[in-house]
Every structure is written in C-alpha cells, then in structure tokens.
C-alpha cells in the first residue's frame, strides 16, 4: 500500500484517527513521542490498535519502521515534527517540577525522542525531533518565569 506521498500521509493520519478516536489516537502519539523513538518499536496496544486499523482498512501498517514516519505529528499542535540535528535528546524525563508540569501542560514536544532510533544504553544522544510550537511555548514560559535553559 503506498501511503508514502505527502497527501497520502495525511490521509493515513487521518484515516487511523477516525477510526482510534480522538482520545486514543493523542494517547498512541503521546506514546510515539515519548519512549516510541528510543524503543523504536511499538507498545502492544499500539501494535493491536494499527492490526485493527489495518484489518478494517486492508493496508498492511503495522509495524514501527512503517508507521513512524507517518505519525511523526504533535499530538497537542497537530503539526510536522521537525528535525534538530545539534539538540540532545534525553532518553529519561526527571522529577516532577513545575518545569515538568508546564511542559505537560503547554509543550510536550520539545523532545520527541532521537533521530536515530532505537535502544542504546546512552540516555543522551545528539539530534532530536521537535514540534516548532511546543518549543516556542517553552522558550515563552522560560521568559515568564525567568527559568534559563538546563
Ligand atoms: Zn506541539
């Protein structure tokens, strides 16, 4: 199945959350964002979500080499991640802060995990995808609340 051109992709991003919900469909990309990258697969109830998808729909996207550059999407600001080749990603997220909480709340995407995938032992690794809008939204609330960069 080709879903490999521009207007294809967004069909395809369309198409799975139609069929997911809006819930479930910001929960899988939450997911993808989060560990998805440095896991480089998907968890089970991604891969039954896209089995089912796939089934009802015959296209035959179900695994994380196939589906990731498809999804590749905020889930809060339904844009483009963009690629950062000279960020660090952090594999782990720290304590609970009100860096944390914000973030959460406004930009959760400012590391969408890194450009080259999959487990390492590192916990940092250079390059990074990012969603222009969650990273402008930190840059402000770093201003407002006069917190530097870490
Ligand atoms: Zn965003």
Redesign the pocket.
């Known amino acids: 199945m080709g879903w490999r051109q521009s207007v294809d992709l967004v069909e395809f991003r369309h198409a799975f959350a139609r069929f997911v919900g809006p819930d479930k469909y910001r929960k899988f990309l939450r997911a993808l964002n989060g560990e998805g990258r440095w896991r480089a697969r998907l968890l089970y109830w991604q891969e039954e979500m896209l089995s089912r998808f796939a089934a009802s729909t015959g296209n035959e996207m179900v695994t994380f080499e196939q589906v990731e550059s498809l999804l590749r999407v905020?889930e809060?600001?339904h844009?483009e991640l963009e690629r950062d080749p000279e960020a660090l990603s952090s594999r782990c997220r720290g304590a609970v802060t009100d860096y944390t909480r914000a973030q959460a709340e406004h930009?959760?995407?400012t590391d969408c995990g890194p450009l080259e995938m999959g487990r390492r032992r590192e916990n940092y690794r250079s390059g990074r995808w990012y969603?222009?809008?969650?990273r402008a939204?930190e840059s402000e609330w770093r201003r407002r609340t006069g917190s530097g960069s870490d």
């Open positions: 905020c809060m600001h844009l930009f959760p995407n969603c222009p809008t969650c939204s």
